[in-house]
Each structure stands twice: as structure tokens, then as C-alpha cells.
């Protein structure tokens, strides 16, 4: 079993995160953030992948930091989980339709993290949600899980569907990328050898 257990511990928040990339979709998230935790629940039920994340943080100053945080143990617990890579099918891509919105997501699991953010929202909170705060819990995912990761709404009008396809298009790419190849089950698929500034 893929699993990885990360814990953080700063003066503005406190987190635990769990997951199994060999799961069910099971999750049990909790962040303090409703909404954080919807895309959260989101993206475990259409990867399959098992999160448990508890976060405690800082909300009465505002939710930058536990957004950030969650994104940041995340991908830490993606890039433990997977070790050395072998066998990962590494790239995937997908297009996700929610109602008006159109979502694709790119990745490619090189060790190489980048993020190229294409989307824009028409308004600058859903609820009381920051929706600038998307972009930072995406990079700090990608940065941290050691992703290559492309973002894009090709078009949409409603703010809440953009970022729950946002969600499930990384979802799904994250299902396919870190599925074991069959046919290559022992090797790192790269040229060199290895995954990281080099694969």
C-alpha cells in the first residue's frame, strides 16, 4: 500500500495529513474551512485516493495560511507516498465539464515543480472564501508534490463550478498519473533513470 503520514507545525497552524493512493475515495477532511473542505472531499472521491486531513490554524486572522499549509502537507504526503516512482504511469491529462464550465488540468510528476495557472473568477470571494486563495493551495500543492502542473478554465461563467472543475480534473489527472503502469511496474519512468531536476 502507497500510504505517507505528514505532520506540520508552525505558530499559525497545525496539520496532519494521511492518504492511501491505493484507496477508495475515502476521506475525512477538516480544516476549519467549509469550503476547502468540499474541494478537498472532491478531490479524494474522484481520485480514489483515502485523505485524512485535520488542520487547526489561524482563521481569525484570515484563511491564507491554512489554505496554504493544507495544499503544502498534501503534496508532501503525494511525493512520500510515491518514493521512488516506479511503475507510475507519471503523465496524465483531463478535461472536466461542470454545467457552463469547461476545466483542464495537465500534470506530469518530473520532481520538477512548476505551476502555469490560467483562471480567472469574476469575483473575489465565494462565501467568505478568498478565491485568490485557489491559486496559492494549488502552487503550494504542485510545489510540494513535486508536480508539473497546468491549470486552465477554457471558459465558465459561474465562479463555484470553475473551481470545483478546477478540483475534479486534478482529481481524475491524479488517479491516472500515479496508477501503476503494468507493463513497466519496476522501472522510473524516465530516460535517466530517476525522477527529479534530472528526469
Known amino acids: 500500500m502507497?500510504?505517507?503520514?505528514?505532520?506540520?507545525?508552525?505558530?499559525?497552524?497545525?496539520?496532519?495529513?494521511?492518504?492511501?493512493?491505493d484507496g477508495q475515495g475515502i476521506y475525512n477532511i477538516d480544516t476549519?474551512?467549509?469550503f476547502l473542505d468540499h474541494m478537498m472531499e472532491q478531490?479524494?472521491?474522484?481520485?480514489?485516493?483515502?485523505?485524512?486531513?485535520?488542520?487547526?490554524?489561524?482563521?481569525?486572522?484570515?484563511?491564507?495560511?491554512?489554505?496554504?499549509?493544507?495544499?503544502i502537507t498534501l503534496g508532501l504526503a503525494f511525493a512520500k507516498a510515491l518514493g521512488d516512482m516506479k511503475g507510475i504511469t507519471r503523465y496524465a491529462s483531463m478535461?472536466?465539464?461542470?454545467?457552463?464550465?469547461?476545466l483542464r488540468v495537465s500534470l506530469d510528476f518530473s520532481g520538477r515543480p512548476y505551476l502555469i495557472w490560467n483562471v480567472d473568477f469574476t469575483r473575489d470571494k465565494?462565501?467568505?472564501?478568498?478565491t485568490e486563495?485557489?491559486?496559492?493551495?494549488?502552487?503550494?500543492f504542485a510545489f510540494n508534490a513535486g508536480i508539473t502542473l497546468h491549470v486552465e478554465c477554457l471558459y465558465g461563467l459561474n465562479?463555484?463550478?470553475?473551481?470545483?472543475?478546477?478540483?475534479?480534473?486534478?482529481a481524475r489527472s491524479?488517479?491516472?498519473?500515479?496508477?501503476?503502469?503494468?507493463?513497466?511496474?519496476?522501472?522510473?519512468?524516465?530516460?535517466?533513470?530517476?525522477?527529479?531536476?534530472?528526469?
Not at 54 to 67: F, R, S
Not at 126 to 130: A, I, K, P, R, Y
Not at 176 to 195: C, F, H, M, Y
Request: charged content about 25%.
Open 2 to 21: 502507497r500510504t505517507a503520514t505528514v505532520s506540520r507545525q508552525t505558530k499559525e497552524t497545525q496539520i496532519e495529513t494521511t492518504i492511501n493512493l
Open 32 to 34: 476549519g474551512i467549509g
Open 43 to 71: 478531490l479524494s472521491r474522484h481520485s480514489l485516493i483515502d485523505i485524512d486531513l485535520k488542520a487547526k490554524g489561524d482563521l481569525h486572522i484570515d484563511y491564507h495560511h491554512t489554505v496554504e499549509d493544507s495544499g
Open 95 to 102: 478535461y472536466i465539464p461542470m454545467d457552463e464550465a469547461l
Open 126 to 130: 465565494l462565501g467568505e472564501f478568498d
Open 133 to 140: 486563495l485557489f491559486k496559492e493551495w494549488f502552487q503550494a
Open 159 to 170: 465562479n463555484h463550478h470553475i473551481i470545483e472543475g478546477c478540483y475534479k480534473a486534478l
Open 174 to 199: 491524479l488517479r491516472k498519473a500515479t496508477e501503476i503502469d503494468s507493463r513497466s511496474a519496476n522501472k522510473v519512468p524516465s530516460t535517466k533513470g530517476q525522477l527529479g531536476d534530472q528526469g
